[in-house]
């Protein structure tokens, strides 16, 4: 499947508002929050919380005629995309309610965080609800199953990760070039494929147990507070993640990488020179 790259407005942030900037913004124009959406980024999805953004892009002239404050949003990116030294940008200019990049899931979608903590075993994987927007801080899995969620956030896809992408400071970007489009993704029988969905469904079970329910995912993945039974669940998947690539147990990180070049060089048709 197609791993995509969240929405970018390209609105200088005059389009994006927090909570009180919301409240504030509905309590002097309440027609305008039919035009505001949940919107998250990897900090928002993984510590819990949603900023809003206007999505103005099908209201009709009339409609926005009766919003002033939401007009003068318009007015700042037009005049901040007329001022950027991007051709791009610029271009965009005369179409303040159009983003650069539109990314509008009709239904719940797999997220991968851009950026995620060095600290953190597994970088925090999960489905959205697809009223909230995803933003270009957000890798986005349309239609994936228990099956893509289970390799995705296996150890053998971290250790793959941890190889050869690149970092902001020390935290981990997750490039779509870099890091998905190269992962060999393993064969397996069908009745492989059903237990790797169990197990990944085993590890969203145990983010959802009663005990969990007020932590964020940046509670849940910490490695000094990460819930031992999501732990086992994880270790579990992993487990038999491993096994999909071969029968005998890795010894390590290093081993799966040197594993996974293997395998990459033969879908790539790239000799084997060890």
Same mark, same amino acid.
């Given at each position: 499947?197609?791993?995509?790259?969240?929405?970018?407005?390209?609105?200088?942030?005059?389009?994006?508002? /927090?909570?009180?900037? #919301?409240?504030? &913004? @509905?309590?002097?124009?309440?027609?305008?929050?039919?035009?505001? !959406?949940?919107?998250? +980024?990897?900090?928002?999805?993984?510590?819990?919380?949603?900023?809003?953004?206007?999505?103005?892009?099908?209201?009709?002239? /009339?409609?926005?005629? #009766?919003?002033? &404050? @939401?007009?003068?949003?318009?007015?700042?990116?037009?005049?901040? !995309?007329?001022?950027? +030294?991007?051709?791009?940008?610029?271009?965009?200019?005369?179409?303040?309610?159009?983003?650069?990049?539109?990314?509008?899931?009709?239904?719940?979608?797999?997220?991968?965080?851009?950026?995620?903590?060095?600290?953190?075993?597994?970088?925090?994987?999960?489905?959205?609800?697809?009223?909230?927007?995803?933003?270009?801080?957000?890798?986005?899995?349309?239609?994936?199953?228990?099956?893509?969620?289970?390799?995705?956030?296996?150890?053998?896809?971290?250790?793959?990760?941890?190889?050869?992408?690149?970092?902001?400071?020390?935290?981990?970007?997750?490039?779509?070039?870099?890091?998905?489009?190269?992962?060999?993704?393993?064969?397996?029988?069908?009745?492989?494929?059903?237990?790797?969905?169990?197990?990944?469904?085993?590890?969203?079970?145990?983010?959802?147990?009663?005990?969990?329910?007020?932590?964020?995912?940046?509670?849940?993945?910490?490695?000094?507070?990460?819930?031992?039974?999501?732990?086992?669940?994880?270790?579990?998947?992993?487990?038999?993640?491993?096994?999909?690539?071969?029968?005998?147990?890795?010894?390590?990180?290093?081993?799966?990488?040197?594993?996974?070049?293997?395998?990459?060089?033969?879908?790539?048709?790239?000799?084997?020179?060890?």
């Amino acid at each position: 499947r197609r791993l995509l790259t969240g929405s970018k407005p390209l609105d200088g942030g005059f389009l994006v508002l /927090d909570a009180q900037e #919301r409240e504030l &913004l @509905i309590q002097a124009e309440p027609e305008a929050e039919a035009l505001l !959406r949940p919107y998250q +980024g990897a900090h928002e999805y993984i510590n819990g919380y949603v900023r809003w953004v206007v999505t103005a892009a099908h209201a009709s002239a /009339d409609r926005l005629r #009766r919003l002033p &404050l @939401i007009r003068q949003r318009l007015q700042n990116v037009r005049e901040w !995309r007329r001022a950027s +030294g991007s051709r791009t940008t610029q271009a965009l200019a005369d179409a303040p309610t159009q983003w650069h990049v539109t990314v509008l899931p009709e239904r719940p979608y797999l997220v991968i965080p851009n950026t995620s903590s060095e600290r953190r075993d597994y970088i925090p994987i999960g489905w959205i609800d697809p009223s909230i927007v995803p933003n270009q801080k957000l890798r986005v899995l349309l239609d994936a199953s228990l099956w893509e969620f289970g390799l995705l956030t296996s150890r053998m896809h971290m250790a793959w990760m941890r190889q050869i992408t690149g970092r902001m400071k020390s935290d981990y970007m997750y490039s779509v070039g870099v890091v998905y489009n190269t992962f060999p993704w393993p064969d397996a029988t069908p009745v492989q494929h059903r237990h790797i969905e169990q197990l990944a469904q085993a590890v969203l079970a145990a983010r959802a147990l009663p005990r969990n329910a007020g932590a964020t995912l940046a509670d849940l993945y910490d490695p000094d507070t990460m819930p031992a039974e999501l732990r086992r669940a994880h270790r579990d998947l992993d487990l038999a993640v491993d096994r999909l690539y071969r029968r005998a147990p890795f010894g390590s990180d290093r081993e799966r990488v040197e594993h996974l070049f293997t395998l990459y060089r033969q879908m790539a048709g790239t000799p084997d020179k060890s």
